[in-house]
């Protein structure tokens, strides 16, 4: 975690970019699930740029595990929508995170046309196996379909993310976390895979410590 942290600091003194700086600052705390610390950024974040979609998707229901928030959720999950609805443009990647701040707000029609954008948005992107994020879009699926209750799909795309080398931080967090899985928290065999991309991440990381240890970077 500290290695990384120091990454970023140096980055904003290369960079002199404060948005992409408290970006990276909250998705660190977020990934190591210091949840609290993590909407701080977020917060500073919004203070520099109002409608950063990634700051209130966050800050939103759409992410947000912390038990109280839902008040504080309410706040930010009332600002997308109404960016949405002014015609605003944001990440399709998030179009799934869009959809579960509407479902929120009992708007299931709108919900419903989110989520099946980021359906088709994932399909395209496996298929053409171009993208670098194609696990991501898997674990995009896996939340899409878990939320709406289709557990045969969602374990088909878990399934396809079980041949993974290693899994991201991030990755990992948000499998213990994300409201999008909370039908499937207990299954079994969403259980069964965390504990393998824990085993794998656990290796990974040993791995590469011993790696930055031998250049003396730790």
């Known amino acids: 975690y500290y290695v990384p942290f ?15 700086y ?7 705390e977020w990934t190591s699930a210091n949840f609290e610390s993590a909407n701080g950024w977020w917060l500073k974040l919004l203070a520099l740029d109002a409608n950063n979609w990634n700051a209130l998707t966050y800050l939103s229901g759409a992410y947000n595990p912390i038990v109280g928030e839902r008040e504080i959720a309410k706040k930010f999950e009332k600002k997308v929508v109404e960016l949405v609805r ?12 869009i959809a579960y701040v509407f479902w929120q707000g009992k708007d299931i029609a709108t919900a419903r046309y989110y989520f099946d954008k980021q359906i088709k948005f994932c399909l395209k992107e496996i ?5 670098y994020f194609v696990s991501e879009r898997h674990f995009e699926l896996v939340c899409v379909y878990s939320f709406l209750k289709d557990y045969d799909k969602a374990f088909l795309h878990l399934k396809n993310l079980e041949g993974e080398r290693f899994y991201r931080t991030g990755m990992l ?11 499937i928290r207990d299954d079994p065999r969403l ?3 965390q504990r393998q991309a ?7 990381h040993d791995l590469v410590r011993t790696m930055l240890a031998g250049r003396e970077l730790l």
Do not use: I
């Open 173 to 183: 967090t948000r499998f213990k976390y994300d409201p999008l899985l909370d039908n």
């Open 198 to 204: 824990e085993e794998k991440y656990q290796k990974e």
């Open 86 to 97: 002014s015609g605003k443009d944001f990440p399709v990647f998030l179009s799934y995170r």
């Open 127 to 131: 298929e053409l196996n171009s993208s």
């Open 191 to 193: 259980r069964a895979f």
């Open 6 to 20: 120091a990454f970023v600091v140096e980055k904003l003194k290369l960079d002199d970019d404060s948005v992409r």
């Open 22 to 28: 408290y970006r990276d600052l909250a998705w660190l």
